[in-house]
């Protein structure tokens, strides 16, 4: 059975394997004979290329850094305010029954209407991106922040009374690990909401970053650098989130009991 | 029932008040006061040239959020009957999912130039997704014993899966709906930012620029309240569906 099951696994990995590079070879193909054409998408290969090239010759470093910096500035805010929030609202069901409805439609409005009035606000830079993205990922930490303190099981929290720990830390050393695996959930849409919040707005207005770059090599047909900035993009969020998927899942495995 | 409606009556009073300090310590240059937004957002809603924005966001919206939801079902149904290539597609629909679409916008403009078919694409994409997820997980938490009955009535897998499994799943599906269509939504009005002359998205991005606070303000507050009822309704359809099911 475990053996068979084995078998299974490796050749869904392996058919993986072969779509993915059947996907990436057709588009190659549909890249070089003209089906695409340049204007519209370089080769994938040249994409790879542009990114090498941009990382050893290091001419965008700054704003790489820029980005990376901000990303992380926004997610720090909204899991660390978030969590805080959360964990108040699910203290107070009162407060929670009527603002739960409002988190849930939260999400369907784009946030970043609001960048335009932050700019206003905090000028153009680095704070005004950087509240964006905290906008942007905070609900989704509050809520599974929420989420996970309705699945603490009973037990752990008896025993934390029995050691008379007061609220604080009582949350900090019993309830927050025991959430784990929802905050983690947290964590991981935090992270992509903050970079939708923040590479938005760089493409709306911004002195540097990732999302100016690619704008402005977008206004100037610079393919290489928009197609190389892109992949980097990319590239960058599918490493964090598939890390993050994997200690989340570790988690869910050893608090197995939801 | 009753002290939760009171209690939303307080909270929204409690956010008008804060809105309006905010306004007062702020200032007339950075947001509106809330009596003032709203008289705009009713001016605007008596405005022709504003229901042609609407009516150009609407048409985009409607047409994005029926192609996701028919293909998004389609291609769920399939990949959760077909365990196996629901395995192989798995990781790449999740990681599909969880990229930010934004970052593509660039790609959509290139590939579809500015205009209707830009927006809709845009839609397209941020509402597919979650979609196929729900249908995909849905058909795969059906009861073991109905693929058996469908088994013992020799129907057609088209048969199964239409009389058999998407009822059985609908619940389900239709969370997934809901995701869809807020995403939907929102890839429509991400569209209209970037690739469009027409459209709410557009008229609340230019009057951004030309720095009408009230406008945008007045805009923001007609999508929040078209967006949070959208959303009740599907909530409330859903749940109806939970109790006869």
Known sequence: ?258 | MKSTRLDTAILVFGLLLVWQLLYMVAGANVISAPLATLIRAGQLLADERFWLHIKSTGEAFGLAGIIAIVLGIAVGLWLGFRRFAGDVADPFINTLYSIPKITLYPLILLAFGLGMSAKVAFGVIHGLFPVTIFTMGAVRNVAPIYYRTARIMRLTDFATLATIMAPAALPEILAGIRIGVALTLLGTLIGEFFASTSGVGFALIRASETHAVTDVMAITLLLFVFAASVNALLNFIQRRLRHNG
Not at chain 1, 19 to 41: H, K, S
């Open chain 1, 1 to 258: 059975m475990i053996a068979s099951s084995q078998a299974r696994l490796s050749s869904v990995i392996i058919t993986r394997i072969v779509v993915l590079t059947a996907l990436l070879a057709a588009l190659e193909l549909a890249c070089r004979l003209g089906v695409i054409d340049r204007v519209t998408m370089i080769p994938p290969t040249e994409m790879v290329a542009a990114l090498w090239q941009i990382l050893a010759s290091g001419r965008f470093d700054s704003d790489i850094a820029f980005t990376t910096g901000n990303i992380a500035a926004a997610v720090a805010l909204a899991v660390g305010l978030g969590f805080f929030v959360g964990a108040g609202l699910h203290a107070l069901p009162r407060l929670r029954r009527v603002i739960e409805p409002m988190l849930s439609a939260y999400y369907a409005i784009p946030t970043f209407i609001f960048y335009p009035l932050l700019i206003v606000i905090f000028g153009v830079g680095r704070t005004a991106l950087i509240v964006m993205g905290a906008m942007f990922a905070i609900v989704a930490m509050i809520v599974n922040t929420i989420l996970g303190l309705d699945r603490v099981s009973k037990v752990v929290l008896q025993s934390a009374v029995m050691l008379r720990l007061d609220w604080f830390r009582q949350l900090i050393l019993v309830r927050l690990p025991a959430a784990g695996p929802h905050l983690v959930t947290g964590l991981k849409l935090a992270v992509t909401y903050s970079v939708i919040g923040i590479v938005a707005g760089e493409f709306i207005l911004a002195t540097s970053g990732i999302g100016k770059r690619v704008a402005f090599a977008y206004d100037n047909f610079d393919n290489n650098t928009m197609y190389g900035m892109l992949l980097l993009l990319l590239l960058g969020v599918i490493a964090v989130n598939g890390l993050l998927s994997t200690w989340e899942r570790r988690l869910h495995r050893r608090f197995g009991q939801q």
